[in-house]
């Protein structure tokens, strides 16, 4: 985005409840000035950096108390060095390494202030004013969810990726839906209070029976009454049968470029579908079958910082429990009845997708590896 | 007599001038322009004036912002 266009402040903006405010309420600086630097002396460019105790607290309170609690303010599950889910493969003389990388690359990734969601683009996108300033309640998909959640979500959501195996079409909430992150990600969840490590621990996470009633007309359909009930022989996650083919990356290592800044490099990435055995049985995940996607760390990630720090790689699947968004009503799990999954090998994570993994991978994926893939049924079961 | 009654008032409205003018000083009003002075511009003159913010960024570029290359998906 150009300068000048993400600095430009609309019109409409003075007649909105901010645009009556002195700049200076929020940004400090210089009320005149010849030039530029004068006038940005002592200015502040993020004022809602420091929540509870940025300029917007005295007005949003409520939300500026809660929201250091929520992950998009640290991201802890990822990088905290003492709760991140990367610590459970760590090896315990390689600590440091993987302190390292937490913090000088994994933690540079989060929202930085308010603003990020309400206002700008993210500054993790090097920001630029949304409406010329205009502040919006509810965050823009394309602006500001997908300005950082790109490589997963928005290529899911919106139909950007690509398979070898089949063609790909956005999600039916975004196409034709229209629907925006925050109609299933609401204000009172993104805002936090509740205290957790992990997305999937959210007890606000948004679940498909939130919308989609499991009543009367739900089981009317036959794979529903099969497959979609806790008294199902095999009890599936509905992304199992309604998600299309969705991102799965490699080998991500994290460094540190001559100039000491942070980056990093993924082996490879692409589409492709899996379901495995659901490995963490929960409350609130209940099902026999789940989708999972692989995830990009490696016994490597934190090379850049010493050798041999992730030494524990069979302590957790790296084909884990997925949620994507790519959902569509017909799939290729859906599309040829029960044989699109029954006896279709391709579609399960078996032990030919562990091929090229290191044996402690091998070993930490077991629990999810599908070793007897469903066997075909009779014609008439499939009608 | 009367002379010292009235220093005394002419002191306590003193007093009461000196303070009022300190907390007009203090809250930043006394010593803030009400109108720019030639060349100078307000943070909305500049900001909704998308050509002279164009014709600022081109006598002035603003420093690129240092950033590593990623590569791949994250």
């Known amino acids: ?256 470029d001559k100039n000491k800044l942070p980056f990093f490099e993924t082996k490879s990435s692409g589409f492709d579908f899996n379901i495995g055995r659901n490995y963490d049985k929960t409350d609130s995940k209940p099902w026999d079958f789940i989708v999972v996607r692989h995830v990009p760390v490696f016994e490597g990630t934190f090379d850049f910082y010493g050798k041999n720090a992730l030494t524990k790689m069979d302590a957790e699947p790296t084909w884990k429990y997925a949620t994507p968004h790519s959902i569509q009503r017909v799939t290729r799990q859906t599309k040829k009845g029960c044989s699109s999954c029954h006896d279709n090998r391709d579609i399960f994570l078996t032990e030919d997708d562990l091929a090229g993994l290191t044996s402690d991978e091998v070993k930490a994926n077991q629990p999810v590896v599908v070793n007897r893939v469903p066997q075909g049924v009779r014609n008439s079961e499939e009608e | 007599m009367t002379n010292k009654i009235l220093l005394r008032r002419l002191a306590l409205v003193g007093l009461l001038a000196a303070a009022a003018l300190a907390a007009v000083v203090m809250s930043g009003c006394s010593v803030e322009p009400v109108v720019a002075d030639e060349g100078e511009y307000s943070c909305i003159q500049c900001h909704t004036d998308r050509e002279l913010l164009k014709a600022d960024l081109k006598a002035d570029p603003q420093p690129v912002k240092a950033k590593a290359v990623s590569a791949g998906e994250g």
Not at chain 1, 80 to 86: D, E, F, H, I, L
Not at chain 1, 171 to 186: A, F, K, L, N, R
Request: charged residues 20%.
């Open chain 1, 1 to 256: 985005m150009e300068a000048d266009i993400a600095a430009l402040v609309s019109p409409e903006f003075f007649d909105t409840v901010h645009g009556k405010m002195d700049c200076r309420y929020c940004h400090n600086g210089v009320k005149f000035a010849k030039t530029r630097a004068v006038a940005h002396e002592g200015m502040e460019p993020l004022p809602s950096a420091t929540y509870a105790k940025s300029v917007c607290a005295p007005c949003h309170k409520k939300i500026t108390d809660t929201f250091a609690t929520t992950l998009h303010a640290d991201t802890r599950g990822v990088s905290s060095t003492t709760t991140a889910q990367v610590l459970k493969r760590a090896n315990p003389a390689g600590m440091d390494a993987v302190k390292q990388g937490l913090t000088k690359n994994c933690d540079t990734c989060h929202v930085s202030g308010c603003g990020d969601c309400h206002v700008s683009r993210p500054q993790f996108n090097d920001g630029g004013f949304v409406k010329g300033h205009v502040f919006y309640k509810s965050p823009n998909s394309l602006n500001n969810c997908m300005g950082c959640h790109g490589s997963r979500i928005e290529k899911e959501y919106t139909g950007k990726g690509e398979s070898t195996k089949t063609v790909l079409h956005a999600d039916v909430h975004w196409s034709p839906g229209g629907m925006q992150c925050t109609e299933c990600h609401t204000a009172k969840w993104m805002h936090g209070g509740d205290v957790y490590d992990a997305r999937y621990d959210a007890p606000q996470a948004p679940k498909c029976p939130d919308c989609h009633k499991q009543d009367t007309a739900f089981m009317a359909v036959k794979m529903h009454a099969q497959h979609a009930t806790p008294e199902s022989k095999a009890y599936l996650q509905c992304q199992v049968c309604h998600a299309q083919d969705y991102n799965n990356c490699t080998s991500c290592h994290v460094a540190l």
